[in-house]
């Protein structure tokens, strides 16, 4: 690790931070040191990152802007890599918009509706990077990623760049073929629609207002933490299960909305997993339900939501 170290510096690959808190990066405010963090410069620098990577055989992932994530207390071994500015362009030909991986999505979302581009105004208010909103296939109010991508630019780990079509990227519900083939998706582009830019910007606003209103952000969390068993909903089944408020060490089920972990203010992963399982288990009782998790979960070990990563 030392000796890739160096060769990142040498080769002023990105900003490096070594035994880094991924608490910082996290908006759950949770999650123990990367042995390396770091934000590459550019799209070069992050291609020939992974060359060294694969050079010295290290472990590797990636992150946007830690939304939907829970990083173990004990961290992550090896190097995460940060998409940020060396990975934020945006540019507009007409309706084709095209956005780097790690663009922030409510930025993007703010940004198109004001210039009367229509399309993405159900994701007003959702946190994160336009590359993680790709792998999750994020959505809301009845749409999603998938609705509106033409292709994706991704990286994968044996060094392949390629545009990814829509059709080839198996989007299904908070799904992508980038949960199951790893890679990182460099930029997104989307086909948009003109529109009347005050009834479109009226829309993402009404959308980012209703999540403010109805959803916990006086607390770190991490958006919604269970996938819904369509035709059910989640939270609602937590709700009505009694258990809105109840609390393992400081992780609490959101008094809010049920679908919602919140930190009040010194939870560990532990706790979070902790709650998962409970919620999970009583869901199960209940209803003969197996519900999923949307967040994912990431850290040293195997991951396993009964106790531990």
């Known amino acids: 690790m030392k000796q890739l170290i160096e060769l990142m510096e040498q080769e002023e690959l990105g900003l490096i931070k070594q035994q880094e808190p991924l608490a910082n990066h996290t908006t759950w405010k949770i999650g123990g040191p990367a042995d390396v963090l770091i934000e590459p410069y550019s799209l070069d620098a992050l291609k020939r990152l992974m060359e060294v990577i694969a050079e010295h055989d290290v472990p590797w992932r990636v992150i946007g802007r830690g939304s939907n994530l829970l990083v173990a207390d004990d961290g992550i071994e090896g190097v995460v890599i940060k998409l940020g500015k060396g990975l934020d362009e945006l540019t507009v030909d007409g309706e ?28 007003g208010g959702i946190p994160g990077s336009v590359g993680g909103a790709v792998f999750m296939n994020a959505g809301a109010h009845g749409s999603d990623i998938s609705q509106i991508l033409t292709r994706a630019r991704v990286l994968f780990a044996d060094g392949r760049l390629e545009w990814i079509a829509n059709e080839e990227m198996d989007f299904s519900y908070r799904t992508s073929r980038l949960q199951k083939e790893k890679g990182i998706c460099l930029e997104a582009e989307f086909a948009l629609t003109r529109g009347e830019k005050t009834e479109i910007v009226k829309k993402m606003q009404a959308n980012k207002d209703y999540r403010r209103e109805s959803q916990p952000w006086k607390h770190p969390t991490c958006g919604s933490v269970f996938r819904n068993p ?25 008094t809010m ?28 009782e209940r209803y003969q339900i197996e519900l999923h998790t949307e967040v994912e979960m990431i850290g040293r070990n195997e991951r396993n939501e009964k106790s531990t990563f």
Request: net charge neutral; hydrophobic share 45%; glycine share 14%.
């Open 257 to 284: 909305h049920a679908n919602f972990i919140v930190n009040l203010g010194d939870a560990t992963a532990q706790d979070v997993l902790d709650l998962i399982a409970h919620v999970k288990a009583t869901i199960k």
């Open 96 to 123: 084709l918009v095209r956005a780097g991986g790690g663009y922030p999505l409510i930025k993007l979302v703010t940004v198109i509706s004001r210039q009367g581009l229509s399309g993405l105004e159900f994701a």
């Open 230 to 254: 369509l035709p059910q909903y989640a939270g609602q089944l937590i709700e009505e299960s009694g258990l809105k408020g109840y609390q393992i060490g400081g992780a609490q089920i959101s």
